[in-house]
């Protein structure tokens, strides 16, 4: 249903010519809830990565995955080059640690978004444990308080640390999170501009997305697999890469605090 939806509101958008439109609206208009989606470009993909491994991705070669990703990015105004995909590399980072109701939490680092949920659980750390069950509105008031003080703080500073100044050992300070703890009201909600850093401002505004999944699985030894995908708004960049069946995504407007401003 929600496919369906959704690409009945961006198959009128998409020129006639974009491989998007091929795969949404295949016999020519959108698809409708029980049709049958099938993707035998990115299925090859896929199986391109099973068998080689996921460096492949990054081949640059003639008919590549990689070769294919640049090739529509650059012939649609963007500045991706082969460069940047011979060159990549995978950073390792060291975790955040934080903790919540005696246990210990761990998650990604900046620019990943794990220190918002470090925030968030801290806040509520730091308040009495909830009385009056999960579902309650007294509950489910104080958890979007915190989570508001937690978005408020994404939003001015969250950004990659290799280029910009992240304010880490003080946003998942349990004494920050106290401190935000502290002003949260039982009854009522603050100024927008009081949620976040102290004295910050107010802060901006973030698109309404809906485009990321996230699955993580744990086997019976512990060891664990986490995985997040995501293409932020509808269908991305409504740009598929040549005949990988791979859709772009259009994450770079996060790095706006507005919408539609630069």
């Known amino acids: 249903k929600h496919l369906a939806r959704t690409a009945a ?44 491994g996921f460096a492949s991705f990054y081949r640059t070669e003639p008919g590549a995955i990689g070769e294919a990703i640049v090739k529509a990015v650059s012939s649609t105004g963007g500045v991706m080059t082969v460069e940047d995909m011979r060159a990549y ?25 794990g220190i918002t949920a470090i925030e968030v659980l801290q806040i509520l750390d730091a308040r009495p444990p909830f009385a009056e069950g999960s579902g309650a509105s007294a509950t489910l008031h104080e958890i979007i308080e915190a989570f508001k003080h937690a978005f408020a ?25 106290a401190g935000r703890a ?47 995908t995501t293409v932020n708004l509808g269908f991305g960049a409504h740009l598929v890469a040549g005949k990988t069946g791979v859709l772009l995504n259009n994450q770079m407007d996060d790095f706006a605090a507005q919408p539609n401003k630069p």
Not at 156 to 170: I, N
Not at 204 to 228: F, M, Q, W, Y
Request: with cysteine.
């Open 9 to 52: 509101s961006v198959v009128p958008r998409l020129a006639p010519q974009n491989a998007l439109r091929d795969m949404l609206a295949p016999l020519g208009t959108p698809l409708v809830r029980g049709q049958i989606l099938r993707r035998p470009e990115l299925a090859t993909t896929l199986e391109t990565l099973g068998r080689d």
């Open 153 to 177: 703080d994404r939003t001015r500073y969250h950004g990659d640390p290799a280029f910009d100044s992240v304010p880490l050992t003080e946003l998942v300070s349990p004494a920050y999170a």
């Open 182 to 228: 502290a002003v949260i009201k039982a009854d009522g909600v603050l100024d927008a501009k009081l949620y976040g850093r102290p004295e910050a401002g107010a802060a901006g505004s973030e698109p309404r997305d809906h485009g990321t999944s996230h699955l993580c699985a744990i086997d019976k030894n512990g060891n664990v697999a986490a995985l997040t």
């Open 89 to 113: 590399k995978v950073e390792a980072r060291a975790p955040l640690e934080g903790k919540y109701r005696g246990w210990k939490l761990y998650t990604a680092p900046p620019p990943a978004g």
